[in-house]
């Protein structure tokens, strides 16, 4: 089992690179099952669950070439034949995101069959309501033996209203839309900039979209697409962490190749917290000396706190001088990190959906366990101060959607190695 050695103390210094967006390359590669021709798709991360994706599309038939580079990191998906159009199980448990092949699949087929994702360690995340809008779009809807089968001749549009904002149902129901007869309206839609990510590609692919990026999208459905190239944004998840990974070290850090303008809330809080925030062009440069301030935060769907950074900011106002609240309030167990911050030297009171931190504490090393993607990121961050060496385990987790992490720290000065092997090539230690 893979584990993450962490010496604490070393402030980073220099420059830190974003990848490409996980949460936007998912939906775009599953966007490609909408077309016959090629898609090509630039600034893909290499991340675990970018493979995982992969195996899917290929197990229902599709080509698909991943290739990384120095200079390029793409990927080119030709689903010529779709022979097999089922998401079966062995690849859907380790990836809940494979519920985005379900519009795209019914929509160029006619039938889809995705394994129910099971629990996961954030919460029920349950995916009733890319059901009922696919309903509302005139798919019949069984559920077997653990299987969902959704069946329709042709999708048509319809009017719907989200009862809760969803990212990925909005997104699997936009490439529903796109080749259904006539005209649908999704009201109360997720903003995050991957759905806006997506409805570029989508766009580029010959569908007609309008007001990705707010709350109401129109759709007008046309008959094909076809293929198209897309580069995928910056990963605003992965920025927002080297930004608190430079803070929390008291350093001096250039996350260079993100998107400042999808940061907002996050550069709002830092701001508050003490923390000096530099926007130049691509690039963020972020330093601290010491004296960080507490403050709260609350999770909200975009433009609001972004749930996907809760458990790193949770880390950083561990060394922030007073009482800070935060509330979570996307999902309802997103809290693993607090046990693990709690064994290193915070403290963290639950109550609730809410965390009371009292700042700051010295942290010390300790063996930790991670629990899901984001949480495993916290715990690097709180190993990254933390006085002596902390032992991190189950950093597969931190494999879905960082790329080699340890590497791009270890570059501005972190105390990091692997033990076992690097998701892509063998560990160097
Ligand atoms: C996506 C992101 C994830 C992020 C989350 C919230 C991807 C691949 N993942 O997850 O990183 O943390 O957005 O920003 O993009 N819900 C229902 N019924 C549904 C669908 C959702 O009740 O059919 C609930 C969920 O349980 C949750 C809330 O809606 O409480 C928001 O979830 P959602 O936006 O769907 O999260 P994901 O799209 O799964």
Redesign the pocket.
């Given at each position: 089992m893979d584990k993450f050695v962490i010496r604490g103390g070393n402030p980073l210094l220099g420059s830190i690179r974003v990848s490409g967006a996980?949460?936007s390359a998912?939906?775009c590669m599953a966007a490609a099952i909408l077309t016959e021709d090629e898609v090509i798709l630039e600034n893909i991360p290499q991340v675990r669950d970018i493979e995982t994706e992969r195996k899917l599309l290929t197990s229902m038939g599709a080509e698909v070439e991943l290739g990384y580079g120095r200079a390029q990191h793409r990927t080119s998906i030709r689903c010529a034949v779709l022979s097999d159009p089922v998401a079966k199980y062995e690849i859907v448990k380790t990836m809940?995101?494979s519920s985005?092949v379900l519009g795209p699949l019914v929509a160029r087929t006619g039938l889809a069959r995705v394994a129910m994702p099971g629990g996961c360690a954030?919460?029920?995340?349950?995916?009733?309501?890319?059901?009922k809008g696919l309903e509302a779009m005139g798919a019949r809807i069984t559920q077997e033996h653990g299987y969902l089968e959704a069946r329709a001749d042709h999708l048509r549009g319809a009017h719907i209203v989200w009862e809760?904002?969803?990212?990925?149902?909005t997104?699997d129901l936009l490439m529903a839309a796109v080749m259904a007869e006539g005209e649908t309206v999704m009201e109360n839609c997720?903003r995050?900039p991957?759905v806006t990510d997506l409805a570029t590609l989508l766009t580029a692919m010959g569908a007609k979209i309008e007001g990705a990026g707010t709350p109401t999208i129109r759709v007008r459905g046309v008959e094909k697409l076809h293929g198209a190239r897309h580069r995928i944004n910056p990963d605003r998840?992965e920025a927002g962490t080297f930004l608190i990974a430079g803070a929390i070290t008291g350093g001096d850090l250039n996350v260079a190749n993100c998107e400042p303008a999808h940061l907002g809330a996050l550069l709002s809080k830092l701001e508050l917290c003490g923390v000096r925030c530099d926007v130049n062009g691509d690039t963020i440069r972020v330093r601290s000396e010491g004296g960080l301030r507490a403050a709260d935060i609350s999770t909200e769907?975009?433009p609001g706190f972004?749930?996907?950074m809760q458990a790193q900011f949770m880390a950083l106002v561990t060394q922030a001088e007073g009482t800070s609240v935060v509330a979570e309030n996307?999902?309802?167990n997103r809290f693993m990190h607090v046990q693990e911050l709690i064994r290193m030297g915070a403290n963290i009171r639950v109550d609730g959906r809410t965390a009371i931190i009292q700042g700051k504490t010295q942290l010390s090393s300790a063996a930790v366990m991670c629990s899901d993607l984001r949480a495993s990121a916290s715990l690097v961050l709180a190993a990254l101060v933390a006085e002596g060496e902390s032992i991190l385990d189950r950093v597969y987790h931190i494999d879905r959607g960082y790329e080699r992490i340890e590497e791009k720290l270890r570059s501005v000065g972190a105390q990091i190695r692997r033990l076992g092997e690097v998701f892509g090539k063998r560990a160097a230690s």
């Open positions: 996980k949460n998912l939906p809940r995101a985005l954030i919460g029920g995340r349950p995916i009733d309501l890319h059901i809760k904002i969803s990212v990925t149902g997104e997720a995050e991957e998840i769907e975009y972004p749930t996907d996307i999902f309802e």
